[in-house]
């Protein structure tokens, strides 16, 4: 049955155009869908216009995709618009790539609500919950978390998250659609803000946060431990695989004698909160834990999605 509903599914609805909507609009296009990708910012659009052009050049040079980029990229179109509720209809999917407030994407999902009730609505929200998103909702049953991972045209993992409300249809449905557009999807069983992944990562980014402070690492030496331990053995081991391989022995004694000297923080480090009251927020600045002056933080992007893109075909290959 729910094989038949996705070969109903032809028309996806991105409504955001930032970077990660222009990711989430290419994954769906590739895999043959006809995509609306809305936004009230031209410019907006302009931006991911080229770069799912940009991205698809660089599929095609890892071999990818075997289509031709044009007929993807002629699956998808762009409005500029302030009332979106109203071009949606005709959609089979709405997936929400708002900015992270809460009041905003329960304002959207209140007037999604009257859309028809066979629509699935999702929300891409990276950290709050889908029954704090649909709180102003009355057809709960159809709305679902899809938490993609930037570089989202290339990470494979979705979180699939969901309220009480959501019905099984629905869960069973979306699922099935993340799989058949190559994505790998995880179920979250019980709903908890953040999820799987991000309550992971900010696990980790509090005791990064704590060695960062305490003078144990640089933050230039933090970051080649990672990619040349954990993080090298991570892209073909999982922790629970990696903890069979060292022995649950070793692992439970390891824990007991690391676990009390753990941060116990519950709050952002100072020298974090420093950095972002002088602006210095990344790429997006030009500056973050590392400098990128004079469009390095663009070659940057770049070489990471080069390398994420021989990942990404190793890990097809091999899955």
Known sequence: MVSQQIQQINRVAVLGAGVMGQGIAQGFAQAGLKVDVYDISDEAL??????????????????LI??????????????????????????????EVLPELIELKQSLFEQLDSLPENIILATNTSSMTVS?????????QRLIGLHYFNPAHIIPAVEVHKCAQTSQQTIDLTLELMKSIGKQP????????????????????????????QGVVSPQDLDIAVKASYGFRL????????????????????????????SNAHLPSQQ???KVERGELGLKSGE????????????????????????????????
Not at 186 to 213: C, H, Q, S, W
Not at 247 to 258: C, H, Q, V
Not at 294 to 299: F, I, N, T
């Open 46 to 63: 302009q931006r991911c216009e080229s770069g799912i052009t940009r991205n698809l050049e660089q599929f095609q040079t890892h071999d």
């Open 66 to 95: 075997t289509e031709n980029k044009l007929e993807i990229l002629q699956r998808i179109s762009y409005t500029a618009t302030e009332n979106v509720a109203e071009h949606l209809v005709n959609c089979d999917v709405v997936v």
């Open 132 to 140: 704090d998103v649909g709180a102003k909702m009355t057809t709960q």
């Open 186 to 213: 995880v179920l979250v069983r019980k709903e908890i803000p953040g999820f799987i992944i991000n309550r992971l990562t900010g696990a980790m980014e509090r005791e990064i946060d704590y060695l960062l402070e």
């Open 235 to 262: 892209a073909c081991l999982g922790p629970m695989e990696a903890e069979d391989m060292i022995g649950l022995d070793t692992a439970a004694r390891a824990s007991a004698n690391i676990f009390p000297t753990l």
């Open 272 to 274: 974090l909160l420093d």
């Open 288 to 319: 973050g834990w590392y400098q990128y002056d004079q469009g390095r933080g663009e070659k940057k992007v770049a070489v990471n999605n080069e390398r994420l893109l021989r990942q990404l075909k190793l890990f097809i290959e091999n899955n």
